[in-house]
């Protein structure tokens, strides 16, 4: 199978406006194969490394449904902040994988692994471990997210590599345990995430019933399985990543092996300070005074999580108060047509994410970037949140022309980011020279 390496990926992404937040972007793209057990579609693989990691702990792959449009979707994955920032808090990469699955195609010749997604999938993760000169992203562990037909690719690969994944999140979809389940596949923390909208709807109602039965088959194993019923969604991901980020940071910090450890197995799951719900309630507690079925309790790893929880059960969505993290690189030239151009560069905080950036000029406000910003599934972010949980194209840039600056004046410009929660991160400041 011919492999095309895309090495000039991150200088195309720095051409055309994309932030790297600090970290560097890889592409590797697979024609559609025609050999038996092969992937009979085309495959891009996206990666994001944070610039500061010397050694990957890991890999987070944000994993897209079924359809063109899905496909469309999880070509962006790679460049979400929010996304990457949960990423590099754990010196792990950033994979968004993108099947080229036309709509009138059977999903499974990708949604299934075993019909060469798994083969096609390790074979990019070999190829970009040697381009990025990080052989370690060959064997490091995997977390999982993945939405509708992602869903049972996850499913798939739990079955295959179950001792390699840290924790799963399925949005609206789902996987069904059977015989042939390794046990190991029971250790796996997970959560099962659909939107109530969907159980009376024709087209998704499978999507809700496979999510409650996988959360029924796997906790009455005694699997660390969660259930999230989303209030205010059908099929599409509304603010889900507000409640999948937080159980990964939990899932993250309770199992992966030590940072300066060369052992690369997986710690086992924590049963101290893990939280019980009650399954379709608002209501979670300490294991230890929880009085309902076990079996049908709702695991959920921490109290923070288990907080988050409670309000994303209700609301569709959770609120964060944590303080965005300060831009940087932030410049201020004077161009020939003697408007200013102010650009700078910007980390997400890993919970809240960046709605906005406000730009003063002399201590006046000057603008806020983008003025306004687009929540059409979800919280208004500035990298705008499509149906597929990942950013909207056209991607925004972090610059901006002040075209009413006056010839011969040496403004100080400051830049602050804005969760989306509205909490404002110190600001960084430049004087036009």
Not at 275 to 299: D, I, M, N, R
Request: contains cysteine; charged residues 25%.
């Amino acid at each position: 199978m011919k492999t095309i390496a895309v090495l000039a990926f991150s200088l195309a992404l720095a051409c055309a406006g994309v932030v790297s937040a600090a970290g560097r972007y890889l592409e590797i793209a697979y024609p559609p194969s025609a050999q038996p057990g092969e992937l009979k579609l085309g495959a891009t693989y996206t990666i994001w490394i944070p610039d500061h990691v010397t050694k990957l702990r890991g890999v987070i792959v944000h994993q897209h449904g079924c359809g063109a449009g899905a496909s469309r979707g999880g070509e962006t994955a790679a460049l979400d902040l929010q996304w990457q920032a949960l990423a590099n808090k754990w010196d792990s990469a950033l994979l968004g994988p993108s099947y080229k699955q036309a709509d009138n195609q059977n999903c499974g010749l990708w949604s299934d692994p075993r019909n060469g997604s798994d083969k096609t999938f390790l074979k990019a993760l070999s190829e970009l471990a040697a381009k990025s000169n990080h052989p370690e992203l060959e064997t490091v562990p995997w977390t999982l997210w993945g939405h509708s037909g992602g869903g049972s690719w996850i499913g798939g690969m739990q079955a295959l590599h179950p001792e390699r994944i840290v924790a799963i999140w399925f949005r609206s979809g789902s996987v069904t345990p059977g015989p042939e389940t390794p046990e190991a596949a029971y250790a796996i923390p997970m959560m099962c995430n659909a939107g109530i909208k969907e159980k009376d709807d024709k087209r998704f109602s499978r999507a809700w019933d496979g999510c409650m039965a996988t959360f029924l088959a796997y906790r009455a194993k005694g699997a660390p399985i969660g259930f999230a019923p989303d209030p205010r969604t059908s099929h599409e991901c509304g603010d889900s990543r507000y409640l999948a980020i937080p159980f990964f940071d939990a899932c993250l910090r309770m199992r992966l092996p030590a940072k300066d450890s060369h052992e690369q197995k997986l710690k086992p799951v924590d049963a101290k300070g893990i939280w019980l719900g009650g399954l379709l309630t608002e209501k979670a507690e300490p294991a230890a005074k929880y009085e309902g079925k076990e079996e049908e309790s709702v695991w959920l790893p921490d109290e923070h999580v288990a907080k988050a929880w409670m309000e994303y059960v209700k609301t569709g969505s959770v609120s964060h108060r944590h303080q965005p993290p300060t831009p940087f690189h932030l410049l201020a030239v004077r161009l020939r047509d003697r408007s200013v151009e102010i650009s700078w560069d910007a980390e997400s905080e890993p919970e809240s994410g960046i709605k906005a950036f406000l730009i003063q000029r002399d201590g006046e406000d000057l603008v806020q970037w983008p003025e306004k910003p687009v929540g059409k599934f979800g919280k208004p972010l500035f990298q705008s949140m499509g149906y597929h949980d990942t950013p909207e194209r056209p991607l925004p840039e972090m610059r901006y022309m002040d075209t009413t600056a006056k010839p011969g004046v040496k403004y100080r410009y400051q830049v602050t980011a804005v969760s989306s929660d509205d909490v404002k991160s110190k600001p960084k400041a430049v004087r036009l020279k």
